[in-house]
């Protein structure tokens, strides 16, 4: 599975909060966001600080569904918000990599452009939560 990273320079809470903003822009529905230090805390296992945010909407479902029915198990998209030394890490798959799950052939146009999407949000989040926008 093939990953894309963005490091942030800003707590993961605020980055939460701009990644949920950058979506909201672009139109994209924000179905859950998982905060998996509460979800830890109080089990005995050490908690960490990391988030799953889960969206999508029902053009870019209806797309990557149009491709193969079987890519609903990969629906809704999720980017995670991980705090590393006091900063965030907003990681999110690749989308040729979730195409290639499900043997896809002739998707390059649909994985570039959902890695488009998938990029200018985390710019977008980057951007909001480091104050500059």
Request: no cysteine.
């Amino acid at each position: 599975m093939s990953l894309r990273r963005r490091e942030v320079e800003a707590a993961p809470a605020d980055t939460v909060k701009a990644v949920v903003q950058a979506l909201g822009e672009r139109g994209l529905k924000v179905y859950a966001v998982i905060d998996h230090r509460k979800e830890i805390e109080g089990s005995g296992s050490m908690p960490f600080t990391a988030f799953s945010i889960l969206f999508g909407s029902a053009s870019l479902s209806s797309m990557l569904l149009g491709k193969n029915t079987e890519i609903s198990v990969g629906l809704p998209l999720v980017m995670a918000v991980v705090e590393k030394g006091g900063m965030s890490v907003i990681t999110y798959r690749d989308a040729h990599s979730l195409l290639s799950d499900f043997q896809l052939v002739s998707t390059e146009d649909t994985a570039n452009l959902v890695n488009r999407i998938m990029d200018g949000i985390v710019e977008s989040a980057a951007s909001y939560a480091a104050g500059n926008g």
